[in-house]
RNA sequence: GCCCCGGUAUCCCAACCGGUAGAGGAAGCGGUCUCAAACACCGUCCAGUGUGGGUUCGAAUCCCACCCGGGGCACCA
């Protein structure tokens, strides 16, 4: 082909040229605008909304150029696709940098909520901003409201008093799945308890449902959520076992206090080693139980456990601790008084916060019962060579277990458990039970920036819910220094909203002054999605059901047991009011890895940040996006030091070339065409799809530059007609390498399709279709070997039978040669692929 | 400590149900173009699959043990 200008120097197309002509025409266009009343069947492809935390950066540019690669091909595969997004935008984020700049938060929230859904248009995403929405808008947060209300209705939100995760930092509570290792998730402080009333939501109610589920969501959700999942729930098996108190004498009034104490352990089994018993030194049961006599040492003990923070608490290396509380219980198995005593190894809030120690087969309490010399009982038969200086934990015969009613001794452990549990039962001591890790979740914040929890605290009434028709309730007008932390909620100290009338005695009451977890509002938004204008309800149940449950869930492992755990735990519920028509919001999902630098995570300390906008800027979206997608598994971490864009420029410049090569003119028939370009296509196509639904990005790229080589070679070289460029193999090839190219590098995909004589835009076009013959190969590469050594390979029909393949091979001179007259003992045939002669 | 995932060329990564270890890219090297270089283009080098055993006609793939890396849980009774 003579194109004397381009002769000298390879063509290139202005990347900035490009962009800003398409960017324009996509808004005229607006293509990706989900159509409620489509006939067409719908997909949800949803990626999780950002904090708007400033600009878009890499993390951000990763997570949305994957996700668009799902989303657009689905377009081109002809579904309806609801691809939203929005911004959880409340967080302390912008309030702390509202005190610091004596600001309002909302004014950082909406200012970087601007500039992100600026650089996001610019990405290239197809996502549809008619339905964005940001939590801390009030026509969303009212219904965060609302459905608060629900829970608290049907009992699954409520008040408690209990020792808390407290971050001295943020100064606020902190749910169990916040506090990482003993750090506070969002600052990364070391946490601390407290004892304070907040609010929860039961979610674990729900906790052998939200398990039972994963063995089905372990199909299409990445492993790790699973295991996350699975290990914070935590599920045990085991018994309830109660233990009568000691009365000790008339000295004691016996008021409310507690006659006995139940506990729960996983090895019923070991009931006839039990030695002492433990009680959480925290919890109110060690106060009721203390005798006065050990009070002060008890005291002084509880004093030492609290400034302990949960880093020193949890260290298993730490020595046991504890204080005798001076009183007895009585073993229910055999009647013997054993002591109570108080201890930090054990937690108020698993189980029933009290244990029945067994030193014998239980590590931690051996420890104990070696600190403060209590007896030790074996009652499970060590291996002989077990050396005898620690608790046995392993298999065994029970040993040292019977009673006039039961003998457990020579059973097995599980036979035991069985046989202890029914005598438990029969003497109504205690039962089978299964206990969960899992906490309710603690859901007020100490912090102004999140909604606030529609409650009235009136003197008289108690809790009074906020009527729905006066949502929502609105956050004052607070900034700078009225936002200080203070230990408890700046909404506290703002007397005109706090202090209001009570709907019920209209006597003076206050508002409940906590806001709710973000991972509140993070927890339906997804259905706000299907309905994001309607002012009368959180959204529409049927649009809901017809969108969902999503089909795709793309984003971070950070996380794996918060908000997922947090959204399908709202939607069960939400289910069971009838208000949507599923159990699981998320039918597959994703978590891409981390973009990282040199090594290490991208930090300041570091020095080691990549800019998004220096990338864009140096590289143009496509480039960037087509590296990082095609860096490895999506999964995978991507280091960009490692990375080229420039080399993914070169490539999109060359494939852009493929365009202005095509002399053919549209809507031409490929018939004809050169067949080995054809074939190539075709299976390129048809292998696409596979690749994305198995999110293999990684490899469709590959595939596609396959293909571009493969195109480029017969307009170079003339391919079986010698037209070249006017061969329609060669159009074909380009018009699918375009509309392949689109799903990760829109911009150029669309000049490219231009160029090819067509109207925009490509990404509304359908996807190519696959000529079913082409993919069917006339003939095939057959390998013999012999003794497992490749000796020979044939051309083969496809379909040649085992033994005309077995005959064929064996006349192979090589392979002749190869036997060397040696015996052939056996023949493998896999036809039309493999013959291995075994001599 | 327990559980899960992964180790393939110099690097990032492919490889269907066990069947020719290589699709793609980066780097390197050589060439074309150029006064020269950059760009671009063409060509080319590179591993026997972490280690040791086993199963099999045949193992990157399946099994066992170990090493290394990553992740989850961890005083949860």
Redesign the pocket.
Known sequence: MSEPAET???A?YDVTAVEEKWLQVWKDLDPFRADDASAREKRYALTMFPYPSGDLHMGHAEVFALHDVVARYWWLKGYEVLNPMGFDSFGLNAENAAIRDNEHPATFTYANIAVSTESCKKFGTSFDWSRTLNTSDPDYYKWTQWLFLRFYERGLAYRKESPVNWCPVDQTVLANEQV??GHCERCGNEVTKRELTQWYFKITDYAQELLDNLDELEKTWP??VI??QR??I?R?E?AHVTFPLVEEGAQRPSRNRASEIT?????PDTLFGTTFMVV?ADAHLARELVTDDQRPAYEDYLEEVRKASDIE????E?P??GVFLGRYAVNPVNGQQIPIWAA?????D???????A?PGQ?Q??W?FAKRFDLPIIRTVRPPDDFVDDAAYVGQGPAINSANDEISLNGLGIAEAKRAIIDWLESKQSGKGAV?F?LRDWLLSRQRYWGAPIPIIHCPVDGEVPVADDQLPVVLPELRGADLTPRGVSPLAAAEDWVNVECPKCGGPAKRDSDTMDTFVDSSWYFLRYCSPQDDTQAFDTDLVNAWGPCDVYIGG?EH??LHLLYARFFTMVLNDMGLVGFREPFSAQLNQGTVINQGAKMSKSKGNGVRLGEQLSAFGVDAVRLTLV????PE????WA???P??????L??AW?LSGDVTSSPGTSPEGGDVALRRITARTVRDAEGLVDGF?F??L???V??LV?AT??VI?TGGDSGAGGADPAVREAAEAVTILLSLVAPYVAEEMWERLGHQPTVARTSWPTVDESLLVEDS??C?V?V??K?RA?LEVVPDISDADLEALALAEPDVVRAIDGAEVR?V?V?AP??V?V?V
């Open positions: 000298q120097e390879a290139t990482i290792d492993d790790r295991t996350a290990n914070w935590g045990s085991g506990v729960y352990t996983t090895r959480a608490r949890l260290s298993t730490r046991k601790t930090d190894y054990v937690l108020a698993y189980g029933t916060g009290a244990i029945m067994v239980d931690r309490d420890d206990n890790r492992v794996a047991v095609f860096a490895g598994p995978d971490d991507i280091d490692e990375m080229s420039s080399g993914s420029l070169r490539f410049q060359r070339r293999k990684n490899v790229v590959a595939r530059m396959e080589n480029r070679k170079d095939v590469t390998v070997q003794r497992g490749v390979r056996k493998i896999r692929k493999l291995n075994v």
